[in-house]
């Protein structure tokens, strides 16, 4: 993942309601300047708590949605990342994705990432400045196939973004659950290479509003951050100080 610019992953996160709809939402990311596209495989019980679990369980992908998905993927030219949140499900789910992504509230849970590695793939891996500082996440931190993204987990964040002076010589990116695209824009300009933002198509119909909705950003304001990220950002990316 290099050159110029920004690598955008737009995050489809929960924001459709039917294949043919996240097939829509990742086309229409790709044509405003998103390098990757990314989806969530996660299971019952990361959803029995959520208001809206009843929407969720019908947006559980099995291997046979999440091949789908990659074929229409690999049909208009569009890399798939993939959230797992359970090492069963990283069996049948890493050999079809091109990066594997382990979200902030796995992020010290050794035995998935343990598994996301020795699938031999790039992982990205959500985490704040007091992960990287754990003598526990050591091995995890200086990995040359992790790419750390700052995250402020908050959905969405009350606070304005703190990013630690050392932003760039320990992050690879940023990912981001502000619904603002100027946050993301900022946190390229301080030397994040990689910006993962959740993302929802402009228009759906009036009675249903998108499941992450209040951290989403409207594929319009994706074309406009890929606009303002398109060239050199101010600092060396992390990745090149890193490895």
């Known amino acids: ?67 789908e998905i990659r074929r229409f993927c690999d049909t208009i030219n569009v890399p798939l990342g993939v959230t797992v949140t359970d090492t069963v499900a990283m069996e049948w789910a890493a050999p ?8 902030y509230a796995d992020r010290y849970n050794e035995e998935l990432i ?7 793939k790039e992982v990205h891996l959500s985490c704040d400045h007091r992960y990287i500082n754990d003598p526990a996440t050591g091995e995890i931190v200086a990995n040359p196939r992790v790419d750390l993204l700052y995250c402020i987990p ?6 304005p973004p703190d990013f630690p002076d050392f932003f760039c010589q320990k992050f690879a990116g940023f990912s981001s659950h502000y619904p603002d695209l100027m946050v993301p824009y900022i946190a390229w300009r301080v030397g994040a290479r990689i910006l993962e933002v959740h993302v929802k198509l402009p228009k759906y119909p009036p009675e249903w509003v998108p499941i992450d909705n209040a951290v989403s950003l409207s ?25």
């Open 114 to 120: 343990d598994v996301a590695l020795e699938t031999r």
């Open 219 to 243: 594929t319009r304001n994706l074309k406009t951050l890929r606009e303002y990220t398109s060239g050199e950002s101010a600092f060396k990316p992390a990745t090149e100080v890193r490895r």
């Open 96 to 103: 079809l994705a091109q990066y594997l992504k382990v979200r």
């Open 154 to 159: 908050e959905y969405p964040p009350t606070v």
């Open 1 to 67: 993942m290099s050159g110029s610019g920004a690598f955008i992953v737009a995050d489809c996160c929960v924001n459709w309601r039917s294949l043919p709809e996240l097939e829509v939402l990742i086309n229409v990311s790709k044509g405003a300047g998103a390098n990757a596209v990314k989806v969530q495989v996660f299971e019952e019980k990361d959803i029995a708590d959520h208001p809206r679990a009843d929407e969720l369980r019908k947006l559980i992908l099995t291997e046979e949605k999440l091949g």
